[in-house]
């Protein structure tokens, strides 16, 4: 079991920046995938950026040179720097990984809100 903890979420005027991280415990099985997810009231859970243990990234279209995301393979974390933030990026934020065998863990989730 992944325990994973975030943090850095908060409230920003829009062309703010912000920057979360996730912290995930020790695991039998090496993380390959680690990244961040959102979720705007009433709308779906989205892709927001993952980053696989090779360094492989993959953006949400509308994050794109914008938001950039980190990861520390030796100390089990992952960020998520955030410029350029519009009120349409107010959501929760989850962090989400996936370990060697394929199992997935979500993080609790941490509120972004972009004031205009």
């Known amino acids: 079991q992944v325990q994973l903890v975030e943090s850095g979420g908060g409230l920003v005027q829009a062309g703010g920046s912000l920057r979360l991280s996730c912290a995930a415990s020790?695991?039998?099985?090496?993380?390959?995938?680690m990244g961040w997810y959102r979720q705007a009231p009433g709308k779906q859970r989205e892709l927001v950026a993952i980053?696989?243990?090779?360094?492989?990234?993959n953006y949400a279209d509308s994050v794109k040179g914008r938001f950039t995301i980190s990861r520390d393979n030796a100390k089990n974390t992952v960020s998520l720097q955030m410029n350029s933030l519009e009120p349409e990026d107010t959501a929760v934020y989850y962090c989400n990984v996936r370990d060697a065998i394929g199992i997935g863990y979500w993080g609790q989730g941490t509120q972004v809100t972009v004031s205009s």
């Open positions: 980053m696989t243990t090779g360094g492989s990234t």
């Open positions: 020790r695991n039998r099985f090496n993380l390959d995938r």
